[in-house]
Nanobody, 119 residues
């Protein structure tokens, strides 16, 4: 059915940049949102950024001004450009997509994650 696959993770030095990509297959863009989450081992998952079908984006306070989320609907791709990285950005980053139900959209689709390590 719906499959999300992240790529682009790796190691970066503080102040550096990385760009994450997510291939979203079997998914129809609607009024629901796509987004990026991150998680440190043993801690709760944190929403980094998400974007609506019309392109409206939101960011967590910790990344606003440094990260940019974009989508390419024609290619079913989601991106996260990460600039001016800090050690606090170290985490496993997950691509996620909402599934529309008759009453709401829910974060039901998730990728396997890609490790980002900043030193």
């Amino acid at each position: 059915h719906v499959q999300l696959v992240e790529s682009g993770g790796g190691m970066a030095e503080a102040g550096g940049s990385l760009k994450l990509s997510c291939s979203v297959s079997g998914y129809r863009f609607t009024s629901c949102r796509l987004g990026w989450y991150r998680q440190v081992s043993g801690e709760e998952r944190e929403r980094v950024s998400d974007i609506s079908a019309d392109g409206t984006a939101i960011y967590s306070d910790s990344v606003k001004g440094r990260f940019t989320i974009t989508q390419d609907k024609s290619k079913n791709m989601l991106f996260l450009q990460m600039n001016n990285l800090t050690a606090d950005d170290t985490a496993v980053y997950y691509c996620a997509a909402q599934r529309r139900t008759p009453i709401r959209c829910a974060w039901d689709y998730w990728g396997q994650g890609t490790q980002v390590t900043v030193s």
